[in-house]
C-alpha cells in the first residue's frame, strides 16, 4: 500500500548542500530498515546511508562520512538525507528505499530492500 516519494534532488556547486526527503505515501515506515542508494552515469548502483527507524541507528558508506547525514521526522513520516561538502563525485540519482522488518545485517545490501521510489538527480558541478 505505501509508496516512496523522493525530493530535494538539483543542481548545486562543489561545496554546497542538499537535503533530500523520502516520504511514505499511502502508509508508514514502521519497523523498517530505510536506505539511500546512488547511480553515477555508466556506473552501479551503491550504497550511501541507512537508518533503522525503530532505534534511529545510521550507517554510513565510508565515502560520505561526515558529510551526509541520515534522520527521521516522525511526525511527517519523512526520512531525510543532509548532504553537505558536495563534491562532483556525489553526481547520481539518489533512491529511497524500505525494507519492512529488515535485520541489521542486510541494512547495507540493497538487494534485500523491497520498496523502491523512483529516484531523484543531484547533479554537482565544479
Known amino acids: 500500500q505505501a509508496q516512496l516519494v523522493e525530493s530535494g534532488g538539483g543542481l548545486v556547486q562543489a561545496g554546497g548542500s542538499l537535503r533530500l526527503s523520502c516520504t511514505a505515501s499511502?502508509?508508514?515506515?514502521?519497523?523498517?530498515?530505510i536506505g539511500w542508494f546512488r547511480q553515477a552515469p555508466g556506473k552501479e548502483r551503491v550504497f550511501v546511508a541507512a537508518?533503522?527507524?525503530?532505534?534511529?541507528?545510521?550507517y554510513y558508506a565510508e565515502s560520505v562520512k561526515g558529510r551526509f547525514t541520515i534522520s527521521r521526522d516522525n511526525a511527517k513520516n519523512t526520512v531525510y538525507l543532509q548532504m553537505d561538502s558536495l563534491t562532483p563525485d556525489d553526481t547520481a540519482v539518489y533512491y529511497c528505499?524500505?525494507?519492512?522488518?529488515?535485520?541489521?545485517?542486510?541494512?547495507?545490501?540493497?538487494?534485500?530492500?523491497?520498496?523502491w521510489g523512483q529516484g531523484t538527480q543531484v547533479v554537482v558541478s565544479s
Open positions: 537508518i533503522r527507524l525503530n532505534s534511529r541507528h545510521t
Open positions: 528505499a524500505s525494507d519492512p522488518g529488515g535485520i541489521l545485517s542486510s541494512i547495507r545490501n540493497g538487494a534485500l530492500y523491497d520498496y
Open positions: 499511502g502508509g508508514t515506515f514502521r519497523n523498517s530498515n
